[in-house]
RNA sequence: GCGCCCGUAGCUCAGUUGGAUAGAGUGCUUGACUACGAAUCAAGAAGUCACAGGUUCGAAUCCUGUCGGGCGCACCA
């Protein structure tokens, strides 16, 4: 529709002799009912270059534009906006494509893109926490918006399951270990602390005794491998329990024995763009905008974690991905220009990677801040919000803010079944429609598949509203994939249901007038079709019942 | 000191990539079930969009500066 009328205006210009982008304007959907349906600038915009006054333009664009069957009115206000009323026909197509497209209503053409979004990604030497968690949210539904938006999603998790914390990892799982069997032992300040370490510790005992006692360095990393398997493994349980799946998990491990690390750092040499100082090997991340340059090579010999961060993303980029979507917490974001630099020093273009940094989140329980930190081992993790308040309401909890805001996650909140939670507000829409299908069926109404042009009988502003919100889901779905916001989701959707329960509250669906039902029960189920769709994207269940 | 993010109603936050009279939720005041589910709805009050300039037909949105808050500035992972 917005295309059509964007021609409409196009062949408008023409007649009138001026040339210009069309794509230059915009074409909006006022907020104010009485600024119509659409809403172009088109008049302000080229008033310069017809050299006419705005209003004056406009109403030329106005006159030529009157005839056209798909608008019932076209007006100018303001300081020379034109603003668009739609044939009131054009209503019921829009519910009857919502009807038909079912579950793909929404959803965007094929975009020929592979996108990657690596989330999570979490070091595997504790459990996943609400951190963890929000940026698991983010990213699971990024990726299903996307995909739902056209372009081919790949979901990875990044394994650090090399370098120091393994070994670390290892030393405090000895040391729980040699606790248990009764030595003494100091348990230094930089082991992880938390409790976990001590049941991995309490599994070994049981199993093999004190067989490990008396072990070297490197039985201590193999220990920490050992580990670090145990605790991915919970890591990968919790997220399938949140309702997160992963594509691919690629372990930093095969980049380096492959030796694809190495090559990353013989590519970026013979693009010139190493130097030696101070005995330590320097990437020269300056020349695209970093504020210093970074060692990959220390003076000790050792590789940094950027070593293994080029030769990554210069594999994914050789996997044939043409977006690449990282997500991190915030307190990453010195990394951005790094990793920037990489994608920029192979060639690809900057916009082709796009970092999403995730505000901390702050865990309230009865208005009580309660504190986290995996150090200290004293957090509440992603498993244990998830059994409390269940996985739907963690996951829009997640949504309810756009990533770069500061979230408070009140736990009393997310589990209460009050009018005061978004979740239930939502999925109680969805299960409403469902009552009101039962009871029709009960009392001998169809559900219709379709509906004539003669029986449709809607527009009361309850039901129009309704459908000019059904009618921008696909923009939505577009631009909110385009702009990496899945956020923007739950919005839609919470005003979605908000603007049913008003109708709900003023219209009754199973009335004697058969057309009048007819028409409700189409329109209901569209809004049934699109609540379910967006719930979908947001990875959370649409009741039948509550 | 430098860089990034944030500052919108008492509180928590949206704001369609620069549009028209800045919106929700919550809290407060007051109403609506003998009608498809009251986990719902309706009405009222609440604002110098941190502040000051600039860009233009038009700014919460873009640019500069100031103030305030968070985070980051490793040959750590």
């Known amino acids: 529709m917005k295309d059509l009328v964007r021609k409409s205006i196009q062949n408008a210009l023409a007649k009138l002799g001026v040339e210009c982008g069309i794509d230059k304007i915009t074409l909006d959907h006022p907020k104010n009912d009485k600024f119509g349906d659409l809403s172009t600038n088109v008049a302000m915009v080229f008033s310069k270059q017809a050299r006419k006054k705005p209003r004056d333009f406009a109403a030329e664009i106005v006159e030529t534009l009157k005839g056209d069957s798909i608008f019932s009115d076209v007006r100018i206000a303001g300081p020379g906006f034109i603003n668009f009323f739609l044939n009131e026909k054009y ?41 963890h968690g929000r940026g698991a ?66 599994k070994i005992k049981e199993n093999d005794g004190d067989k490990y006692l008396n072990q070297n360095d490197d039985d201590i990393l193999k220990l ?57 090997l320097w990437f020269k991340t300056t020349e695209f905008g970093d504020e210093k340059d970074r060692v990959v090579i220390k003076a000790d010999g050792a590789m940094t974690y950027f070593a293994s961060d080029i030769a990554y993303h210069k594999e994914k980029y050789e996997r044939g991905f043409d977006e690449i979507i990282d997500i991190w917490g915030a307190d990453h974001h010195g990394y951005v220009a790094r990793i920037s630099a990489v994608v920029q020093a192979l060639g690809h273009k900057k916009e082709s990677f796009t970092a999403l940094l995730i505000q901390l989140v702050h865990l309230l329980r009865g208005g009580e801040k309660v504190s986290m930190s995996t150090r200290a081992g004293k957090f509440e993790t992603l498993k244990d919000v998830v059994d409390e308040v269940g996985r739907d309401a963690a996951r829009y909890f997640f949504m309810m803010r756009k990533s770069d805001s500061h979230l408070n996650f009140d736990l009393e909140l997310a589990k209460s079944q009050s009018s005061e939670n978004p979740v239930y507000y939502v999925q109680y829409c969805h299960a409403r429609v469902c009552s009101i299908f039962k009871n029709a ?49 739950a919005f839609y959707v919470y005003e979605l249901a908000s603007l049913f329960h008003t109708f709900y509250n003023k219209h009754r669906v199973l009335v004697e007038d058969e057309n009048v039902a007819r028409s409700r029960l189409f329109l209901v189920r569209a809004v049934r079709q699109a609540v379910k769709n967006c719930l979908n994207i947001l990875g959370i269940t649409a009741p039948t019942e509550m």
């Open 441 to 489: 069926t009960e009392q001998g109404y169809e559900i219709p598949e379709k509906i004539d042009d003669g029986a449709w009988c809607l527009d009361s502003p309850e039901e129009i509203k309704i459908i000019k919100q059904l009618w921008i889901m696909p923009e939505m779905v577009e631009s909110a994939a385009n702009a990496k916001e899945p956020h923007r989701v």
């Open 91 to 131: 209503w019921l197509d829009v519910v009857r494509a919502v009807n038909s497209e079912g579950d793909s209503f929404g959803a965007g053409a094929t975009k020929n893109k592979k996108v990657l979004v690596e989330f999570v990604s979490a070091n595997p030497t504790g459990p996943l926490h609400i951190g």
């Open 137 to 202: 949210a983010v990213g699971d539904v990024l990726a299903r918006l996307m995909d739902f938006a056209g372009y081919d999603v790949t979901r990875e998790y990044y394994v650090n399951d090399v370098g120091n914390q393994i070994r670390t990892l290892g030393n405090s799982v000895y040391a729980r270990y040699k606790e248990l069997l009764g030595e003494e032992v100091e348990f230094k300040e930089n082991y992880y602390q938390g409790e976990y370490i001590k049941d991995i510790a309490a």
């Open 224 to 280: 920490g491998r050992q580990a670090g398997d145990e605790i991915l493994e919970g890591i990968k349980q919790d997220l399938i329990e949140f309702g997160v799946e992963f594509d691919n998990w690629y372990s930093e491990g095969t980049l380096v024995e492959s030796g694809k690390r190495d090559a990353g750092i013989e590519e970026m040499k013979s693009l010139g763009l190493m130097y030696e100082s101070e005995g330590a």
